[in-house]
């Protein structure tokens, strides 16, 4: 596609409960980044993933949270038993290979959990 | 990893004004990023500058690498300007990007 895609643009759920967030990279972009924005604050980095390499996991807060990316294309951020901090905005991000390389921005998911 | 700060944190303009923000970095970077969040969330790509000086339109970007900041001007501001701007940059051999905390700009009519 044009650009990055993220599915479902909205998502409210109950505490307890897990969700699932995808995320469809650009086109021939190897890497592939999910961060998350809490309300009024900036992004944090949660997972990197580069081709067949195994993924750097080391900004996901708790073992609540998992990634899947199959190749180079679609990646799927899991979240279980869901809290109420879990509320954010999940924000995911392709490139090139290369980490001199703009990142480019989905339009995000809004995570509610009530 | 690198801090990131920003400022000001927040700037109120008149229609028509220039403003110059700044963003400072901890270490050196060898990825540096503009963006502009509108008020739907979406992060809007502006510069992608690790050194030197860009411009698009209204909006020009300058990286001093050895001193370790960066400048985003913006002239003759628009109300469609509004919104938060964010840097974000590279150290070393990290990959993904450390934000800073954003400047929220507001332009009026």
């Known amino acids: 596609g044009a650009g990055v895609s993220q599915s479902p643009s909205n998502k409210v759920t109950e505490k307890g409960k897990d969700v699932e967030l995808r995320c469809d990279p650009i086109?021939?972009?190897?890497?592939l980044y999910w961060y998350r924005q809490r309300l009024g604050q900036g992004l944090e980095f949660l997972i990197y993933?580069?081709?067949?390499?195994?993924?750097?996991k080391s900004g996901l807060p708790s073992d609540r949270f998992s990634a899947e990316r199959t190749g180079e294309s679609v990646s799927t951020l899991t979240i279980q038993r869901t809290q109420q901090e879990d509320s954010a905005v999940y924000l995911c991000a392709s490139s090139t290979q290369v980490s001199t390389d703009t990142q480019y921005f989905g339009p995000g998911t809004r995570l509610t959990v009530l | 990893g690198i801090q990131v700060e920003q400022s000001p944190p927040d700037l109120i303009l008149q229609e028509g004004a220039n403003s110059t923000l700044r963003c400072n970095f901890s270490d050196s970077v060898n990825n540096l990023q503009w963006f502009h969040q509108n008020p739907w969330g979406q992060l809007i790509n502006l510069f992608y500058?690790?050194?030197g000086t860009k411009q698009n339109g209204r909006l020009s970007a300058t990286t001093v690498a050895t001193e370790r900041y960066s400048l985003l001007y913006i002239s003759s501001s628009q109300t469609t300007d509004s919104g938060v701007y964010f840097c974000a940059g590279i150290s070393g051999s990290a990959r993904q990007l450390t934000f800073g905390s954003g400047t929220q700009l507001t332009v009026l009519p």
């Open positions: 500058i690790p050194s």
């Open positions: 086109s021939g972009h190897t890497a």
């Open positions: 993933f580069q081709g067949n390499s195994a993924p750097d």
